[in-house]
């Protein structure tokens, strides 16, 4: 973003509602940090709320600055990590919550074409847009949830690459690695479960 043309328009804008939408955001970030820590206790991991939020805002500031928003879940892997999280129950926390604001992020988006149906009569190269984004949500929720369920196939697929490290030795103790990517898929398979 070019910093003269967003000071130029923060110079436009109306304080009142750069506040409210700052709270907005904050309260947005308050309530994933809330969903987090309750998902986390779930799965048998104790977390407080300040790490559950520092959580949230390392993954909401990476989710900004990397490409496609990539950066968000891993970095806050890594912070729940770090606060004493198992990272098999971070990450299996959330892909939970991906998959359900996925999963909303449809439903309204159905429900809204459906009270809204003549609406739809107004839009002519949008209907191939609006089809496209149904569609690839479906595909992203259909595939999160195949993550979700397959804990069979991420155990192959990670013992793999841990014996394909160890033949080229950049790993210096496979079993070792073996055993804690046992114990991590062990903990994602209990976040799984509740769903």
């Not at 750069?18 to 309750?38: E, F, K, P, T």
């Not at 996925?102 to 429900?111: E, K, Y």
């Amino acid at each position: 973003t070019d910093l003269a043309g967003l000071g130029a328009v923060l110079a436009r804008a109306r304080p009142h509602w750069l506040a409210a939408g700052a709270c907005l955001v904050l309260g947005s970030l308050g309530c994933q940090a809330v969903n987090l820590r309750m998902l986390l206790r779930r799965c048998g991991q104790r977390i407080s709320l300040w790490n559950s939020m520092r959580a949230v805002f390392i993954g909401f500031y990476f989710s900004g600055i990397t490409p496609s928003a990539s950066g968000g879940q891993p970095a806050q892997v890594w912070q729940l990590t770090r606060a004493g999280v198992a990272p098999g129950a971070s990450a299996g926390a959330l892909l939970l919550m991906q998959i359900a604001y996925q999963a909303v992020m449809i439903a309204l988006g159905a429900a809204g074409l459906l009270l809204c149906g003549g609406a739809l009569a107004g839009l002519h190269g949008e209907t191939a847009l609006l089809l496209y984004g149904f569609t690839a949500a479906s595909v992203v929720l259909a595939l999160l949830s195949a993550a979700l369920f397959s804990g069979a196939w991420l155990r192959r697929v990670g013992k793999g690459l841990i014996g394909l490290l160890g033949r080229w030795r950049l790993v210096r103790d496979p079993d070792a690695l073996c055993v804690r990517l046992e114990r991590q898929m062990e903990q994602f398979d209990a976040c799984a479960a509740l769903l």
